[in-house]
């Protein structure tokens, strides 16, 4: 434990004479909540703080960065401050983006907690009595959350108090409160709604896919909502203004803070300040009353539930249908071990849980940008002798290998890394053969998909001759992708621990993945109007990757970063 | 006859620990060897060299005349390997993990398909083939291991405490089919910590303690050298550094 936590613990057992009221057994609420905190600091942080390479050592002070990302995502809150002519405005945008955090925090870090099945085994058959229990967990939810909202929230406090005077300091920390208490009853609300949906067994795998769903939206929103308020109308407008704001519950909070801080009085204000103190204590009300119980009666049938309970899926013989995964591979790969990563990689990239939080939020970010792109594209200067559509199409070209190359840094990461026994066990020659059918994977998966649709845009809204240049655009993000894997993925797909990931060269690899897609889409628009060079590049191109592959194939056991285990 | 594996020389080192010592084993073909020795002794290691995990050792192993070093895929081909309490990649399903196998030794998927099938029909598991393993009960995993073992009809079968968490009913279905394995002529390495059944099932028993070899022979051969009646006796009396019975008194003497 660090001395936050060490803080913090002795902060919450402060009231021991409530607690004793309660029937809480001190000793065991110390031991619970020292055991969970210490864990907590091992785990890695919500926010950012799973750099690899940096960190060989065990994680050890996941408190402290967990701190320090809120802190960050606090401090890029502020530009709420700048929207908008009134102080209602800015506030209702800034506790907007608060209790979207908020959420995603509770939803992306609390579930580990709330749901941590070892309580079952560990703590339930101990002589701990409920009270006990419920409480520990309790002290420690507030005890997290306390350490997310703390910093996320000090940059946004010492700003409106800035901007308004110190008056509005307490009415700006009640409804920070109130609105976490809002967070945590609208995560208990779909908790429960999953619950009552699906059973307990597929609970997990729920709440892993909201959770990615979420990641995707963060990201959307962090590019969309920037430049929609920098644009000159949201500049002036003000909240007020937009018809139903009523039913908008930051609105509440933001204008009964600005009512308790001493500015302006009405009768609207008024009925926003009771709505924001009744209803997040009505909500947290209905938590403790309605959802706790069977919440945790439920959440006992998770670790029950194993596949014994459930109704075999009946085999079907005869005839194996061939999945479109499996034709692929026999298109792409040579049979075998090439085939055999292929396939592997293309299941495993679409279940892994831990591969997918890292690389679909980046396909939020090109469906963001492609949108953008697509819709401003009257704003680009146009590319010399082509159309105005070929530049946004080969923008969103060339961006989309930044997907290409998320995923393909992540390919060999994975939590069940020690699964990866069986690549050095099998006879296979050369682990190249897997490694190379696992990156074709990625680019089958991960863009030829998206180039299919841009080319077809391009053929549909502007006609032929907007194709070689599109194809060009194509063929160079694979050329981008086979050199990012020749010099980045150096190890078996799923076969390496994500915290011990030895990066080394993080520098030289951001710069690569940046200058890369930037080069070659540099050269390709200078180059664009050149109708018989892009044809002849077109060549040369579509050659390249057989070529990269053909060295990442002959890559042996030697050459592998990490040895067996 | 020549040996189906031979070992000369090994000599493992971890860092400056030296955890094997000059281990010299001939096996041949169609025996079951059960490779014994307390915790930390070797047995691990010896397993991971053999199958290919591990490469950095000295000495000599030659598998059907096969230099490890030389040739390892060969040498790989003909061992089929069943880990002790082996992570998996539970998010496949058995049918996908078993064809990822098949694949890599080069089986076509029809073959897989067929064997893959009659295989876990006798485990009992053939309801289970296309649910995701992380389901899966430890037993339930450990036939999926087994399975994926023998899948590509290995010569030699090394079997790291392969009845760890399996029922009753699977045990029996296990130890007769390395029994029937044995009389087909197949090499059987049997790791375990569980002596009533390497007593029973193998033809040799060899012991290895702090990384030497401290005993070779069968079962009848142990017991006449030692006097002894069981192999959990042997075991005891050639690798305990203390008498049982004090630490069992220490143990309970703790509450003191």
Known sequence: MNFIDKFFLWLVLLPTAVYRKLNVDLNQLKAVLTAKLTMDNRRPASFG???????????SKATLSTMAGALMMGLIMLYTFGVGVDMVTKLSLYLSMFIFMICITLITD??????????????????????????????????????????????GCITAAIIQGPAIILPFILMILLMTLLGIFFINAIY??????????KFQSVIGSIQIGFVILMMAAYQLLPRMMQSSTFAKASITDIPFMQFYPPFWFADACM?????????????????????????????????????????????????????????????????????????????????????FA???????????????????????????????HNSFSVLPGSSKLATPLLMIIYISSMLLSTA????????????????????????????????????????VPLALVLVVLGLVLQGPSILPNLVLGCLNVLVIGSIIAYIMVKQL?????????????????????????????LVHFFLSGFQWVILLLLLITAVIPWLVFDEIKKRDWGQLKNQGN | MEPIIRIQNLNKYYGSKHVLKNISIDIEPGQVIGYIGPNGAGKST?????????????????????????????????IGFVPEMAELYDVLTPNEFLSLMGSLYGLTQEVVDERAGRMLDAFGMAGNMDQRMDTFSKGMKQKILITSGLLHNPEIIILDEPLSGLDANSVIIVKELIDKMAKSGKTIFYCSHMMDVVEKVSDRIILINEGTVVADGSFEELRQRQDKDSLEAIFAGLTATQSMHDASDKLMNAFD
Not at chain 1, 192 to 201: A, C, D, E, H, N
Not at chain 1, 415 to 444: N, T
Not at chain 1, 502 to 513: D, E, P, V
């Open chain 1, 259 to 343: 009512l308790l801080s001493g500015n302006g009085f009405s009768a609207e204000s008024m009925m926003n300040l009771v709505l924001s103190i009744v209803v997040p204590v009505f909500s947290i009300w209905l938590v403790v009353r309605f959802f706790a119980p069977s919440f945790n009666r439920k959440l006992g049938m998770i670790t029950g539930g194993t596949a014994e309970q459930s109704t075999p899926v009946k085999h079907i013989s005869g005839s194996r249908k061939i999945s479109l995964l499996e034709r692929l591979a026999g298109w792409l790969t040579k049979p075998c071990a090439e085939y055999a990563g292929f396939i």
């Open chain 1, 493 to 521: 797909p799923f076969s390496t621990a994500q915290e011990g990931a030895a990066g080394g060269s993080t520098f030289i690899r951001s710069m690569l993945l940046l200058i890369l897609p930037g080069a070659f889409g």
């Open chain 1, 408 to 447: 393909m840094l992540q390919l060999p990461y994975t939590d069940k890394f020690k699964a990866s026994w069986l690549f050095f066990v099998a006879p296979i020659e050369k682990p190249g053969l897997v490694i190379s059918g696992a990156v074709k994977c990625v680019m089958a998966l991960f863009f």
């Open chain 1, 192 to 201: 429960i709604l999953i619950l009552k949906i699906t059973t307990p067994v």
């Open chain 1, 346 to 376: 293309g299941r495993m990239m679409g279940r892994s849980r831990d591969f997918k939080m890292k690389v679909f939020p980046s396909i939020g970010y090109i469906i963001v940008f492609g949108f953008m792109m697509f819709f401003q």
């Open chain 1, 49 to 59: 703080g799973r750099s690899r390479g940096k960190e060989k050592k065990e994680i």
């Open chain 1, 110 to 155: 609390f579930t580990s907690v709330l749901i941590d099945v070892r309580d079952n085994l560990i703590i339930l058959p101990k002589p701990i009595s409920d009270v006990t229990f419920v409480t520990a967990r309790l002290l420690h939810i507030t005890i997290r959350t306390t350490i997310v909202v703390l910093p996320m929230t000090l940059p």
């Open chain 2, 46 to 78: 010896t397993v991971k060299i053999l199958v290919g995990l591990l490469s950095d050792f000295t000495g000599d192993i030659f598998v059907k005349g096969i230099d490890i070093r030389q040739n390892p895929l060969a040498v790989k081909s003909l």
